[in-house]
Every structure is written in structure tokens, then in C-alpha cells.
């Protein structure tokens, strides 16, 4: 690693829905629709902001269409992957699957996977490599459970699942961290900015560790978890925070756009 002092790099923020299992295609082809129609003439309030969309892999064809016929400044991305890349896997979708349809992003270690699927530290670390290695963004999530507090600092288990999550990771490789403690998803109640805040920074300080200093001055780290469009300016002033990822909230058009366009209401 070089000794030359870090630049102080300026990170693009990401706004990002992840749709989880709702929306089939037709429904994705009508929202996206008109999130592009009611952000048409915003542009301004939104311009060095990326937004993204997760949506099932059923509707990914769908939003493809769209977004290249209409030439949409919207990315996509899957919202699981497969630690393989062809086979007898039955059910399973695959990095390659996803870069022939144009995805951007992948998310991998999703809470719902890590609990509902029990998914493994090495199988999400394996997600993610397969990411990585087709020309996919991943976003890695981390995030404790109200059980973990009651043992440990609020960011020792996000700190040891992104450890874990990244050990194929080098300097110049690309990929997204988000932090969604898993007691705000979906409670209506976010943690608060301050909370978001020490979080992130100790994960900026895992990526540092294991990853480099120029990829940790580099690499956005998102909040997800009850993010609205009334409490997102307070997780975009933190320092370490660089975005968001919105559930329930990324299903109302208005109230998405509403996020996308937080600079519009906040006041810095
Ligand atoms: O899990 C989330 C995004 O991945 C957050 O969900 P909610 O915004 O519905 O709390």
C-alpha cells in the first residue's frame, strides 16, 4: 500500500429501493414510469445523485427495457445472487444472469437472507465475490438485531459480518456497504442519525483495515432501516453516511421521489 496521504474524495450519493418481494413486472413497468415522469424536471434537485432500484428478478427484464428504450438515469440491480456461476442449482440466479441484463448492483447479506435463509458470513463473502468477478457492484448490508445489542456495542456485529464479507476484497475493487440495524427495518422507527453515524464511521474503519485507506476514502456507506423522506436529510448530513437503502417507503412513488429528492428539503 502507498504512503501517499489520502485525497479527500468527494463520494456520490446513492439512493436506493430495494422493492423486495412486491411489484410483478407490469406493476415495476407502471412505477417506473412514473417515478421517471414525476422526477423529469428535477433534475436540479438531484443531480449528483445516484438512484437506484431493486426489484424482483421476474421485473429486471422489464425495468432493462425501459431504462435503455427511455435512456433513464436510473440504475438496477438483483436483489440475491448465487455463489455459483451455472448449474445444477435449482431456483438460484446467477452474477452473470444479472450483468447480461445490464444490473449494476447486487445486494448480498440482506438481513432477510442472513435470518429468514441463514445465510453464512462465507456464503455472503462467496456472494459477493461472485459479484465482484462478473463486473457487479455488491451491496453488502450489515446490521445487528435488538438480541445483539443486549451483548455488544452497537457496531460489533456489523463490523464482524463486513470482515467477514470482505476477505477476497483487494484496493480498487468496488462495492457498497449498508448498514440497516435490523430492529429499524420496517418498525416505522429509525435509528438516529448519531446512532447511524458511529456506526458508519466503524465500518469505514473495518473497510480501512482490511480493504486499504484510499478504498475506504472512496466506498459509500449507506443507512437503511425506516428511512422516509422526513428523516432522510438527517442521515445525509452525517460524514460517513452516503446514501440510503429504503424498503416500504421506496414503494410509494411520491414519497420515493420525495427521498431522491432530499436536498430539496434540506437545509445544510
Ligand atoms: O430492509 C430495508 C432495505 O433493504 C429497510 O426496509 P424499511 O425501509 O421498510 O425499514
Known amino acids: 500500500m502507498s504512503d501517499a496521504p489520502v485525497a479527500?474524495?468527494?463520494?456520490?450519493?446513492?439512493?436506493?429501493?430495494?422493492?423486495?418481494?412486491?411489484?410483478?413486472?407490469?406493476?415495476?413497468?407502471?412505477?417506473?414510469?412514473?417515478?421517471?415522469?414525476?422526477?423529469?424536471?428535477?433534475?436540479?434537485?438531484?443531480?449528483?445523485?445516484?438512484?437506484?432500484?431493486?426489484?424482483?428478478?421476474?421485473?429486471?427484464?422489464?425495468?432493462?427495457?425501459?431504462?435503455?428504450?427511455?435512456?433513464?438515469?436510473?440504475?438496477?440491480?438483483?436483489?440475491?445472487?448465487?455463489?455459483?456461476?451455472a448449474g445444477a442449482y435449482t431456483g438460484e440466479i446467477s452474477a452473470g444472469f444479472l450483468k447480461k441484463l445490464d444490473c449494476d448492483y447486487v445486494i448480498v447479506g440482506h438481513s432477510e437472507r442472513r435470518y429468514r435463509h441463514v445465510e453464512s458470513d462465507e456464503t455472503i463473502a462467496a456472494k459477493a465475490k461472485a459479484a465482484k468477478e462478473t463486473g457487479l457492484v455488491p451491496l453488502i448490508c450489515v446490521g445487528e438485531t435488538a438480541k445483539d445489542l443486549e451483548r455488544h456495542e452497537p457496531s460489533a456485529v456489523p463490523?464482524?459480518?463486513?470482515?467477514?464479507?470482505?476477505?477476497?476484497?483487494?484496493?480498487?475493487?468496488?462495492?457498497?456497504?449498508?448498514?440497516?440495524?435490523?430492529?429499524?427495518?420496517?418498525?416505522?422507527?429509525?435509528?438516529?442519525?448519531?446512532?447511524?453515524?458511529?456506526v458508519a464511521s466503524v465500518l469505514r474503519d473495518v473497510v480501512r483495515q482490511v480493504v486499504g485507506d484510499e478504498t475506504a476514502a472512496t466506498t459509500r456507506i449507506l443507512y437503511g432501516g425506516s428511512v422516509k423522506s422526513d428523516n432522510i436529510v438527517g442521515f445525509m448530513k452525517c460524514p460517513d453516511v452516503d446514501g440510503v437503502l429504503v424498503g416500504g417507503a421506496s414503494l410509494d412513488v411520491d414519497e420515493f421521489a420525495a427521498i431522491v429528492r432530499y436536498k430539496k428539503h434540506a437545509t445544510y
Open 8 to 85: 479527500e474524495t468527494r463520494r456520490t450519493p446513492l439512493i436506493a429501493g430495494n422493492w423486495k418481494m412486491n411489484f410483478d413486472h407490469l406493476q415495476a413497468i407502471a412505477f417506473v414510469q412514473k417515478l421517471a415522469w414525476t422526477l423529469k424536471d428535477a433534475q436540479h434537485d438531484y443531480d449528483d445523485v445516484e438512484v437506484a432500484v431493486f426489484p424482483p428478478f421476474t421485473d429486471l427484464r422489464s425495468v432493462q427495457t425501459l431504462v435503455q428504450a427511455d435512456k433513464l438515469q436510473l440504475k438496477y440491480g438483483g436483489q440475491d445472487v448465487s455463489t455459483h456461476a
Open 159 to 198: 463490523a464482524n459480518q463486513l470482515r467477514g464479507a470482505l476477505i477476497d476484497f483487494k484496493p480498487g475493487d468496488e462495492f457498497v456497504v449498508a448498514y440497516e440495524p435490523v430492529w429499524a427495518i420496517g418498525a416505522g422507527a429509525a435509528a438516529t442519525a448519531e446512532q447511524a453515524q458511529n
